[in-house]
Nanobody
């Protein structure tokens, strides 16, 4: 099973920043659109946060535009989500995703909590 390895979650105060990383095997990273999704509560639908294609085209959820930035570090097969000006409503489990046509891979998830 292909593994996506996430890191960087934690507890931060409102207005603070966090940086999430997701490392993927070369065979995946070089071909798949990479992205981040989040699930704000158990049973709630997982929602798209941001995606980036192999050519660098990005897409963001309206709720994070202007605050989050997704990027690819090709040298080490890593996708980065830089989250700034975090709000309590950003609290969620964040999942790394790799997608190619109907093939989707998921990381194990990392908790982000925004609270004072």
């Amino acid at each position: 099973q292909v593994q996506l390895v996430e890191s960087g979650g934690g507890l931060v105060q409102p207005g603070g920043s966090l940086r999430l990383s997701c490392a993927a095997p070369t065979s995946i990273f070089s071909k798949y659109t990479m992205g981040w999704y989040r699930q704000q509560a158990p049973g709630k639908q997982r929602e798209l946060v941001a995606t980036i294609t192999t050519t660098g085209s990005t897409k963001y959820a309206d709720s994070v535009k202007g605050r989050f930035r997704i990027s690819r570090e090709n040298a080490n097969n890593t996708v980065i989500l830089q989250m700034n000006n975090l709000k309590p409503e950003d609290t969620a489990v964040y999942y790394c995703n790799a997608a190619l046509l109907f093939d989707r891979r998921w990381g194990q998830g990392t908790q982000v909590t925004v609270s004072s």
